[in-house]
């Protein structure tokens, strides 16, 4: 069965730039995976950040940005703010209507 | 304004049944593939469950299928979830979650607030 894999936890310093990544346990990520971020913090549902590998969400700052890097999908922050502070889900469309989540990256920024 | 409230959780035995709903407003119910993800106390999401629009069309993680039953009535706005077999493992927080133009890729647009069951004896 196939893993996404994330980073479990990142630190990153406010201004700083952070690159988190979504891999693949085999393979490598591309844009037929419909690369998908989500930022969630304690008690609220998910909230979109980027859809389609690099499709910013309405009303997401252009601070953020997704991209394919290598053989995997990437979260890119720049000026990171305290409120950025967040756990980050990726998410992989595996084809014939199933997606797989990965287990997420918890960043703090300080 | 888009609004997605979920009810139906609670405590429930191992081995029992739950059904869980999704009250959608503020958009055209019927237009929109809808899904059930998940999240375990303190853990990450899964993926639950995809219906289409129409309701012709569902499709399960391999941890659910055979025990969970996604089905939607477009005519109340409303997406179930039926649970069956239900196991500890099974504990979580269920969002529904409202697809976007491609209705089975996973850019959720809108979530719910979510609803704790919890499967203990």
Known sequence: QTVVTQEPSFSVSPGGTVTLTCGLSSGSVSTDYYPTWYQQTPGQPPRTVIYNTNTRSSGVPDRFSGSILGNKAALTITGARADDESDYYCVLYMGSYISVFGGGTKLTVL | ?121
């Open chain 2, 1 to 121: 304004q888009v609004q997605l409230v979920e009810s139906g959780g609670g405590v429930v035995q191992p081995g029992r049944s739950l059904r869980l709903s999704c009250a959608a407003s503020g958009f055209t119910f019927s237009n929109y593939g809808m899904h059930w993800v998940r999240q375990a106390p303190g853990k990450g999401l899964e993926w639950v469950a995809l219906i289409s629009y129409a309701g012709s069309n569902k499709y399960y993680a391999d941890s659910v299928k055979g025990r969970f039953t996604i089905s939607r009535d477009n005519s109340k706005n409303t997406l179930y979830l039926q649970m069956n077999s239900l196991r500890a493992e099974d504990t979580a927080v269920y969002y529904c979650a409202k697809g976007g133009s491609s209705w089975e890729l996973p850019n959720y647009d809108y979530w719910g607030q979510g609803t704790l069951v919890t499967v203990s004896s």
